[in-house]
């Protein structure tokens, strides 16, 4: 069952259950939750449950989880709230909840007064420390402080915390009452009493060891000459995964339970401390492992695991070596500039400039002036003499994006620059001669842009010598969940949010999206989701993907009959409407052809001179 721990001012903390679907939260006595001294309104808030989730929302702009502003905010375990001068804690399940400390009992007549712990003394312990927890301080940090406060309050001169390594104990902090560490600390642990702990997982006070029939016995506790001792179990779901040790060797009687009742709350921080100090050394056990991973996934500054990027990789370290034009084709933001830049520091011209222009965005009217240069007065506005892109790429790479847009009138002179390494700059008579290697990229279909007389056919060639064909990312399914860790652990580090990956439902999103804008599109949107997103968890909705715009699967037998009736229609097409010569390249019955004619409400051409076909 959730519940909230209420933390409000000169009050003990009080676990609640959260049994309804919405519990309100105010000053007034008609709130689930009434607390009418904490600077509250009437009704200051609400927790909403939705489905398996809760969902926490201020009334007023004063609400802030886990030190942030928010007016709406999904609750995990450990999150704190605070609104007026109330603090709510979220726990998941009650179980988790700590058990708040009571007023612990004077000690007997003659017995130290140390033990007297008052209970808003170790309520502030306890805040002090979930302060110190939320500010991000070091574990080493946080587990001293759980000592120091544990042997203050119980009046202890010494504690440990013990944790089991291949279920032996293990000293991995040890403080005494000067908050020194103390040296040869496993030697000062009584073996008997760990082991006790250990076997039944639960916790043990000791009044005292020396004059007790049960560990009198125990060599450990005679040679350490132990009186008072307590010792508490640190379970994770059920796990023992160590425990924390008191003992007073002067004093006995010392610890009752009280003090027991001190010493379990710090014990529940100290697991949580733990569990999460493992999760992080986890974390980053598996970005290590990542980013080695990555590393052999690379080519260059390109991620790719899929085998046809693994074909792509081979293609260009072929043709990097081989000074021959290059052809980059593929959809928009698939990354073919990256590419021509592997190419070219691949190659021999590696030490030479790669100077890119695109031929796109640059008006007709200037586009020759930037390709070959121009001299002074060669146009309204040359006032001095100038050096094309051709002439900077010399000794090196010139890359010519979006080749498919430059203008016919251009395409002969640079044909002309390209056939005999040579060019005229815009208004002189002198050739320059140059030696360029060039890559050309386009999302367009050449040989389309060749039939309908948008591209000469001669240029074409000379272009693609060589061509290299990227995917869009669609058909990069193995590469897609690579890619977009990738650019999350990047953008992550450099906008410092602690992004720790994405959900499930996200993951599925990101596979059923068809990506038109392909890697580009999908690095600007994780980088928008490291911005804006309040989990750290990315969701479909922080990447901006909605249900309307994944991709429909089919069932096999729906697929079956779309491709059917798609191919079906586009032979047709090929053989002009000819039901019969469509029937046979297809290796079906004439009839069948009809059928899917009728079927689909397309209109019967008529077949050699017939106005229609009779069937039996």
Not at 27 to 34: A, L, M, P, V, Y
Not at 105 to 131: I, L, N
Not at 469 to 476: I, K, Q, S, V
Not at 495 to 522: D, H, I, Q
């Amino acid at each position: 069952m959730p519940s909230v721990l209420l933390k409000a001012p000169d009050r003990p903390p009080k676990p609640v259950r959260l049994i309804r679907p919405v519990t309100t939260i105010g000053s007034s006595g008609d709130n689930d939750i009434h607390v009418d001294d904490a600077g509250l309104e009437p009704t200051h808030a609400q927790i909403l449950r939705e489905g398996a989730e809760f969902v926490v929302v201020g009334m007023l702009r004063d609400m802030t989880v886990n030190g942030r502003r928010e007016k709406r905010a999904k609750l995990s375990t450990g999150d704190v709230v605070r609104f007026g001068n109330l603090e709510l804690v979220f726990y998941a399940n009650d179980a988790d909840v700590p058990k708040p400390p009571p007023v612990m009992r004077p000690a007997p007549a003659g017995q130290p007064q140390a033990v007297t712990v008052e209970v808003v003394s170790a309520y502030k312990r306890v805040h002090e420390f979930s302060m110190k927890l939320l500010t991000g301080a070091s574990t080493e940090t946080l587990v001293e402080t759980i000592l120091d406060s544990i042997v203050e309050l119980t009046g202890a001169d010494k504690g440990f915390l013990v944790l089991l390594e291949d279920d032996s104990p293990v000293v991995r902090a040890a403080r005494n009452l000067e908050k020194g560490n103390i040296q040869r600390s496993l030697e000062q642990l009584s073996d008997s009493i760990v082991r006790r702990v250990v076997e039944t997982k639960k916790p043990l006070i000791v009044a005292d060891a020396l004059a007790d029939e049960e560990w009198s016995a125990s060599e450990s506790v005679v040679s350490l000459k132990l009186h008072s001792v307590m010792c508490c179990p640190l379970m994770e779901r059920e796990e023992l995964k160590g425990l924390l040790y008191v003992g007073n060797n002067r004093v006995t009687n010392l610890f009752d339970d009280a003090a027991l009742d001190v010493m379990n709350v710090f014990a529940a921080q100290a697991s949580l401390l733990l569990s999460q100090a493992r999760r992080i050394d986890e974390l980053a056990k598996e970005k290590d492992a990542l980013e080695e991973k990555l590393e052999g996934l690379k080519f260059g500054s390109i991620v790719g695991a899929c085998d046809s990027m693994k074909e792509v990789f081979k293609r260009v370290r072929k043709v990097a070596t081989a000074d021959v034009s290059v052809l980059i084709t593929g959809e928009t933001g698939t990354g073919k500039e990256l590419i021509a830049r592997e190419i070219h520091e691949n190659s021999r011209r590696a030490k030479g400039p790669f100077i890119v222009i695109n031929c796109g965005a640059i008006p007709e009217n200037l586009l020759e002036s930037e390709l070959f240069g121009h001299v002074r007065g060669a146009f309204t506005g040359a006032v001095v003499d100038k050096i094309g892109r051709f002439q900077a790429a010399n000794g090196g790479t010139l890359f010519l994006d979006e080749i498919g847009e430059m203008p016919m009138a251009l395409q002969v002179k640079l044909l002309r620059a390209l056939q005999e390494h040579m060019v005229i700059r815009v208004g002189g008579t002198n050739s320059e001669k140059v030696d360029i290697r060039v890559v050309a990229a386009t999302n367009r279909v050449l040989e389309r842009e060749i039939k309908e007389g948008r591209f000469r056919e001669d240029l074409y060639y000379r272009l693609n010598v060589v061509n290299v064909g990227l995917p869009p990312l669609r058909e990069r399914a193995d590469d897609l969940d690579i890619l977009a860790k990738y650019f999350l652990v990047r953008e992550s580090e450099s906008m410092a949010r602690n992004m720790k990956g994405f959900t499930k439902s996200c993951l599925v999103a990101m596979r059923k999206y068809r990506w038109p804008g392909n890697v580009r599109e999908l690095e600007n949107r994780i980088k928008k989701a490291v911005v804006l997103a309040e989990r750290p968890l990315i969701t479909a909705d922080d990447l901006d993907i909605q249900e309307s715009d994944v991709e429909e699967i089919l069932s096999l037998a729906d697929a079956k009959e779309r491709f059917q009736t798609r191919y079906i229609n586009k032979v047709l097409e090929l053989n002009g409407g000819n039901r019969t010569k469509t029937a046979r390249d297809l290796g079906v019955d004439p009839r069948t052809i009809f059928r899917h004619l009728e079927k689909t409400g397309s209109p019967i051409p008529p077949e050699d001179g017939v106005a229609g076909l009779e069937l039996d």
